[in-house]
Antibody
Framework: EVQLVESGGGLVKPGGSLRLSCAASGFTFNTAWMRWARQAPGKGLEWVGLIRSKIDGESSNYAAPVRGRFTISRDDSQNMMYLQMNSLRTEDTAVYYCTTDGGGRHGELAHWGQGTLVTVSP | DIQMTQSPSTLSASVGDRVTITCRAS??????LAWYQQKPGKAPRLLIYQASSLESGVPSRFSGSGSGTEFTLTISSLQPDDFATYYCQDYTRFYTFGQGTKLEIK
C-alpha cells in the first residue's frame, strides 16, 4: 500500500523559512516523480512543484507564485522528499500535500498524503 | 501557463440525479486531464485520468469525456457519498487545477 506522510508544518513569521518532509513507502520511490500541492483555508487546490526521478535528471519545476522562494529536493536512499520554503508570505498559509502518481503512470495524482498545515502570520 | 475553468462553481442536486461538471482549458491539453473528489478535511481522491479512464476502485457511476479544451465529469445517479467538491487538473506541463465545483444537496 502506498503511504505518504508529511511533516514539518507549523507557525512561522513572514520572511521566515520552513522545511517540509514527505516520507514515502509502498512503491518504487526512486523512479517516481514527486510533487507538492497546497490548499489555502477555504480555497481550492494549487500545484506547487515537482521533482523528477534521478534517471529523468532530478530536475524540478515550480508554480509561478513560489518560483525562486521554494526548492524541492529528494533523498532516494531514505525515500524522502523535501520542500524548503524561504521568504514566506502570509499568502503561503495552506495545507501542503505530498502527492505522486506512484511511478509507471503519466502524472495523474493517484496518491496523496494527509497534509501538513503551514501558517504564516506576524 | 494553462488556465483551467470549471463550471458551475456550485451545483445543487438530489440523490439519484444525473449531474455534469464542465472543465475548459485555455489551450489544448489532449486528454491529459484528471478529475478529483475532495471532502472537507481530507486529501483529494483521483476519480478519472486521461480524461475518460476510471481509476481503480471508483464506482462506475462516475465517467469522464472530452479532449482538447473541453471536458466533462458525469455522475450518472448521485449517491449520498458523492456530495463533495470536484476538481479538474491538467497534467501536461503545468499541472493546473480548476477552481473547483461544490456539489451540494438540494
Amino acid at each position: 500500500e502506498v503511504q505518504l506522510v508529511e511533516s514539518g508544518g507549523g507557525l512561522v513569521k513572514p520572511g521566515g523559512s520552513l522545511r517540509l518532509s514527505c516520507a514515502a513507502s509502498g512503491f518504487t520511490f526512486n523512479t517516481a516523480w514527486m510533487r507538492w500541492a497546497r490548499q489555502a483555508p477555504g480555497k481550492g487546490l494549487e500545484w506547487v512543484g515537482l521533482i523528477r526521478s534521478k534517471i529523468d535528471g532530478e530536475s524540478s519545476n515550480y508554480a509561478a507564485p513560489v518560483r525562486g522562494r521554494f526548492t524541492i529536493s529528494r533523498d532516494d536512499s531514505q525515500n524522502m522528499m523535501y520542500l524548503q520554503m524561504n521568504s514566506l508570505r502570509t499568502e503561503d498559509t495552506a495545507v501542503y500535500y505530498c502527492t505522486t502518481d506512484g511511478g509507471g503512470r503519466h502524472g495523474e495524482l493517484a496518491h496523496w498524503g494527509q497534509g501538513t498545515l503551514v501558517t504564516v502570520s506576524p | 501557463d494553462i488556465q483551467m475553468t470549471q463550471s458551475p462553481s456550485t451545483l445543487s442536486a438530489s440523490v439519484g440525479d444525473r449531474v455534469t461538471i464542465t472543465c475548459r482549458a485555455s489551450q489544448s491539453i489532449g486528454t491529459w486531464l484528471a478529475w478529483y473528489q475532495q471532502k472537507p478535511g481530507k486529501a483529494p481522491r483521483l476519480l478519472i485520468y486521461q480524461a475518460s479512464s476510471l481509476e481503480s476502485g471508483v464506482p462506475s457511476r462516475f465517467s469522464g469525456s472530452g479532449s482538447g479544451t473541453e471536458f466533462t465529469l458525469t455522475i450518472s445517479s448521485l449517491q449520498p457519498d458523492d456530495f463533495a467538491t470536484y476538481y479538474c487538473q491538467d497534467y501536461t506541463r503545468f499541472y493546473t487545477f480548476g477552481q473547483g465545483t461544490k456539489l451540494e444537496i438540494k
